[in-house]
């Protein structure tokens, strides 16, 4: 989690728990503690439940976010995307997932040089902050299916702890 979200809330554990969720999923928080999925405002009460919280954390913790600067630069700029690696094969795609070290460099570029001199077309790729997810991975998402000798050369590629298609 990030440390200005652990310091911040260092004394007020479920509120801990909101707002990481919240930057996890991109729930973006306005100068008025009103909390967005996109442009969608988004109950407290559903947020809370989701949660197995109560609600009053839920608006407790916005309020927080609205009231604090630092927090709210990054809240308030929050915003989700469509994570389509487990839709992939309904979309006729493959998603490569890599665990590895995720503060290790030239992961993204060394798996990418290979799909771009195999003339594989990229879709999406997600990369999991370190700093937010505890497990950390690499999501690339493909159009249509990786050949053999592609996953062949993946799996040749050193820093890899673990490759999954799906």
Do not use: W
């Not at 609600?55 to 609205?66: G, L, M, N, S, Y």
């Not at 009231?67 to 998603?95: H, N, T, V």
């Amino acid at each position: 989690m990030l440390k200005l979200l652990e310091d911040f809330f260092a004394r007020a554990h479920g509120r801990k728990i909101v707002a990481a969720e919240m930057l996890r999923l991109g729930m973006r928080v306005d100068p008025n503690g009103r909390i967005y999925f996109g442009s969608i405002e988004t109950p407290p009460a559903k947020i809370a439940r989701a949660l197995g919280i109560d609600r009053r954390v839920v608006i407790e913790t916005a309020k927080d976010i609205a009231e604090d600067a630092r927090l709210l630069q990054i809240f308030s700029r929050l915003q989700p995307r469509a994570f389509i690696a487990d839709a992939a094969k309904s979309l006729g795609c493959d998603a490569i997932i890599i665990r590895a070290e995720a503060k290790k460099k030239d992961i993204v570029y060394s798996v990418t040089k290979v799909l771009s001199q195999e003339r594989v077309l990229i879709r999406q790729i997600v990369t999991d902050d370190p700093y937010i997810y505890p497990d950390p991975v690499l999501t690339i998402i493909i159009d249509g299916h990786l050949r053999p000798q592609v996953i062949k050369k993946l799996r040749e590629l050193s820093f890899a702890d673990s490759i999954t298609i799906k």
